[in-house]
């Protein structure tokens, strides 16, 4: 099968950082289709080859496995064009270069959005436009519903719901669903798809995987890194808008899904949707109780953000499933910017037995039993129980079960663009997001962002840079009875 995969935002850091070396890896490991072409979109004047010397450099930088010589075998399905996506003529341009380069075969054409979000817009409309014009000369084939052209979305997907919504509708004027992939980097993480794997191709955790034996369930994000130059960026959009509605909940998605009929985009995407569906958005005085929030100390001095600003870098909550499997189990979810390290994972924490049987040693093993699937870095599976200490009398301690990606497979973990593209020519959406997972995402994420626009509640609290979680978030959890994993 022939493919072009066209890239509007060609000269981005996306692009060169992580497109163009996904592509590249594909081709090493022969995962790519033997015909392809990659036709790069933006307004930078660049020749093929200007281009494709840039990519060789920036390629050379963000790939683990590099050599020349492949690259420029690589390259050689790599061209340029110019595109202004607001202008009707570069489009016309650029579909008269796709057919000097396509062969006759009707190949598959991935439209590949990798600009900021205020070109998504024009892009699908201009492309729309186009399409229409060389449908009716009979040089295309009709775009809507037509699977063999199909196109990617970068994040972010609106900014609320009525412009997810809006966008949803300027998408669907232009394609059908079906042939909408939109591009949520968490999903395409081995650990992620893992995580389906451990709940549904083995029989010992499904059993337990319910209200009666699971007292709650933690999915938690922090991030090492502060806001650096992308305070401007980031004081508008704040870590509701940058973790919780995509990530964090893709992640909450996939732990409390049920189990699809078979594993289909179509099937795992309604099972996923339930989830949402299951949790009712909270009022203002739930968002004053079930949600904090906090600003690293130094936050309003970084570049771009605006004196007073109140954007919240920490922020945690606590969300209801209100379903069979879930009713009564908290999810807690967090996410910060400026913690002490990098590390996502997410914690099952099963309940206590119900008697204490040994009475001798620390009290420690009241929280054994836990699950931690560890997302990144050092991608893996922990399993925590208590065992005796030998030679101790009846003392018991906490032990782990420890599965590591890294020990167990020699090659490191693919980057999970490979994933998402390699889905994306196959045809396979089971790891992009649909129209209605997005939206209903947003009418969780927009009423707790209001609330706290509007009413300043709850407070916002400060942390200090390199703290492994603030110390009121620490609190607002004892308070719920609860602790935070800190493993
Ligand atoms: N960078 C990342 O790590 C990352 C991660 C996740 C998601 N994303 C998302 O990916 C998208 C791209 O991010 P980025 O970091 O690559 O942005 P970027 O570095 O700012 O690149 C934006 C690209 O858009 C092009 N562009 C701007 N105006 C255009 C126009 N009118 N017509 C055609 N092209 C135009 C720019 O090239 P010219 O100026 O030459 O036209 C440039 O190639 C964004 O939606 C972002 O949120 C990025």
């Known amino acids: 099968m022939s493919n072009t995969i066209v890239i509007f935002g060609a000269s981005g850091d996306l692009t060169s950082r992580k497109l163009i070396p996904a592509l590249y890896s594909l081709y090493l490991k022969k995962r790519l289709p033997g015909d392809i072409r990659i036709v790069g979109c933006s307004r930078s004047p660049f020749t093929h080859d200007q281009w494709r010397s840039e990519l060789e450099v920036s390629t050379s930088n963000f790939t683990s496995k590099f050599a020349k010589d492949s690259f420029r075998e690589f390259a050689s399905s790599i061209f340029y064009q110019k595109v202004d996506v607001g202008d009707q003529e570069d489009?016309?341009?650029?579909?008269?270069?796709?057919?000097?380069?396509?062969?006759?075969?009707?190949?598959?054409?991935?439209?590949?959005?990798?600009?900021?979000?205020?070109?998504?817009?024009?892009?699908?409309?201009?492309?729309?436009?186009?399409?229409?014009?060389?449908?009716?000369?009979?040089?295309?084939?009709?775009?809507?519903?037509?699977?063999?052209?199909?196109?990617?979305?970068?994040?972010?997907?609106?900014?609320?719901?009525?412009?997810?919504?809006?966008?949803?509708?300027?998408?669907?004027?232009?394609?059908?669903?079906?042939?909408?992939y939109r591009i949520d980097h968490y999903l395409g993480k081995e650990t992620v798809q893992n995580m389906m794997v451990l709940r549904f191709a083995?029989?010992?955790?499904?059993?337990?995987?319910?209200?009666?034996?699971?007292?709650?369930?933690?999915?938690?994000?922090?991030?090492?890194?502060?806001?650096?130059?992308?305070?401007?960026?980031?004081?508008?959009?704040?870590?509701?808008?940058?973790?919780?509605?995509?990530?964090?909940?893709?992640?909450?998605?996939?732990?409390?899904?049920?189990?699809?009929?078979?594993?289909?985009?179509?099937?795992?995407?309604?099972?996923?949707?339930?989830?949402?569906?299951?949790?009712k958005p909270f009022s203002s005085e739930e968002v004053r109780t079930e949600t904090y929030r906090a600003q690293y100390d130094g936050y309003l001095d970084s570049d771009g953000v605006p004196a007073g600003s109140k954007t919240a870098t920490f922020a945690a909550i606590k969300l209801k499933i209100e379903n069979w499997r879930w009713n009564g189990v908290p999810f807690y979810l967090s996410s910060g910017k400026a913690l002490a390290k990098r590390s996502t994972q997410i914690v099952i924490q099963f309940h206590d037995p119900p008697t204490l049987l040994f009475t001798d040693g620390p009290k420690e093993h009241w929280d054994n039993n836990r699950l931690i699937i560890q997302i990144q870095p050092d991608e893996g599976i922990r399993m925590r129980f208590t065992t005796k200490v030998p030679d101790a009398g009846m003392e018991l301690r906490t032990t782990d079960l420890d599965f590591k990606f890294a020990e167990e497979f020699t090659e490191s973990m693919p980057d999970s663009y490979q994933?998402?593209?390699?889905?994306?020519?196959?045809?396979?959406?089971?790891?992009?997001?649909?129209?209605?997972?997005?939206?209903?995402?947003?009418?969780?994420?927009?009423?707790?962002?209001?609330?706290?626009?509007?009413?300043?509640?709850?407070?916002?609290?400060?942390?200090?840079?390199?703290?492994?979680?603030?110390?009121?978030?620490?609190?607002?959890?004892h308070f719920q009875k609860k602790a935070w994993c800190r493993e």
């Open 91 to 180: 489009f016309k341009s650029l579909f008269r270069f796709l057919d000097e380069v396509e062969p006759d075969n009707n190949p598959t054409r991935i439209y590949y959005l990798s600009t900021a979000p205020r070109f998504f817009a024009p892009a699908i409309e201009n492309l729309g436009i186009a399409h229409r014009e060389l449908s009716v000369s009979g040089r295309e084939p009709e775009l809507r519903g037509n699977l063999l052209r199909r196109i990617v979305i970068e994040k972010p997907f609106g900014t609320d719901l009525e412009s997810a919504h809006l966008l949803n509708e300027k998408i669907h004027q232009v394609f059908d669903e079906s042939q909408v």
């Open 419 to 477: 994933r998402l593209l390699l889905d994306a020519i196959k045809g396979d959406a089971s790891l992009f997001a649909r129209s209605d997972e997005v939206e209903f995402a947003w009418k969780i994420i927009d009423p707790i962002i209001k609330s706290w626009q509007q009413t300043q509640n709850p407070k916002l609290y400060r942390y200090h840079p390199g703290v492994a979680i603030p110390e009121s978030c620490d609190q607002w959890m």
């Open 202 to 279: 083995n029989s010992i955790f499904e059993p337990l995987w319910n209200r009666n034996y699971i007292d709650n369930v933690q999915i938690v994000c922090s991030e090492s890194v502060d806001v650096g130059r992308r305070g401007g960026y980031y004081d508008s959009s704040g870590v509701l808008r940058d973790m919780f509605q995509n990530h964090l909940l893709q992640l909450l998605m996939i732990t409390a899904m049920e189990c699809p009929a078979r594993f289909n985009a179509s099937l795992v995407r309604d099972e996923k949707v339930k989830v949402l569906q299951a949790i």
